[in-house]
């Protein structure tokens, strides 16, 4: 990834709305920006930088995201290094980031779930090219290999898959995470590894539908991936989210 200078001295803040998979790209986030010299700020008021990490579940998400960007406005004004960005499964919805662009033009940072990989570029795009950085990517493939700042032990989560295949009438999901891709097990066993060296006890695995992960890699299913996990160690294991119809009795032993 091409290096990017960033002034001295910003801070950040993420206000995260949603599901734990939204809060764990929030560290991801974090991580991204604390790698690149921000630091986080306690206040939201404080910051050089506001992000807000979308949700689309809820009827009134666009209602009160708007609301919340709007309120933003006059404070930004007040300092030419302020930026505002909107991120999250509502930028991923069609039409929603335009939508967001042309009703909100002081925002300055817009991508979806699968561009945060792209937050250097776009930060140098706004803060040295000075224009609006707009990245939005419907077939595209979130990160999972990026340095995170997560909240202090002893849970940890660790994304193992994203996206969801089902379809279901009443779910957004695969439309704005996409369709499912799992993550490589050893990926997830070294993250694992590393975070009991880190003093983490306890680890989170995520995913739209953890039980029918392992499509797309040969000898992987979710019964072999807790046994995996189990072998680290590491004393608790939770996992979220599972659909029944999915779920071997290998998984249930």
């Known amino acids: 990834m091409q290096a990017y200078i960033t002034p001295l001295g910003l801070t950040f803040y993420i206000e995260t709305y949603g599901c734990q998979m939204n809060s ?25 930088l506001v992000l807000f990490n979308t949700c689309c579940v809820r009827e009134n998400a666009e209602n009160k995201l708007f ?13 030419s290094r302020r930026m505002i960005g909107v991120c999250g499964c509502m930028m991923q919805q069609p039409g929603a980031a335009e939508r967001l ?8 940072l817009i991508f979806g779930t699968t561009n945060m990989q792209f937050l250097p570029q776009m930060l140098h795009e706004v803060l040295v090219e000075r224009h609006r950085s707009l990245h939005i990517d419907p ?18 989560s ?5 996206g969801c295949d089902n379809f279901c009438t009443y779910c957004i999901v695969p439309y704005v995470r996409g369709r499912e891709h799992s993550r490589p097990m050893d990926s997830i066993v070294r993250e694992v590894e590393s975070l009991m060296a880190q003093g983490y006890r306890e680890v989170m695995l995520l995913g739209q539908n953890v ?28 996992f979220m989210t599972s659909h029944p119809k999915d779920a071997s009795m290998e998984m249930l032993e």
Do not use: C
Not at 218 to 230: H, I, N, R, S, Y
């Open 139 to 156: 077939d595209g493939a979130a990160e999972e290999e990026v340095a995170m700042l997560r909240t202090p032990p002893p849970l940890a």
């Open 24 to 48: 764990h790209d929030s560290e991801k986030i974090a991580g991204i920006l604390s790698g690149m010299g921000f630091a986080p700020a306690q206040q939201k008021e404080k910051a050089d």
């Open 101 to 108: 662009a042309d009703m909100f033009p002081f925002v300055d």
């Open 67 to 79: 609301g919340n960007v709007g309120k933003l406005k006059q404070w930004k004004q007040q300092s």
């Open 158 to 162: 660790v994304n193992i898959m994203q």
């Open 211 to 238: 039980n029918s992960y392992g499509k797309g890699l040969e000898g992987a299913d979710f019964a072999k991936l807790l046994d995996a996990v189990a072998r680290t160690g590491i004393p608790r294991i939770r």
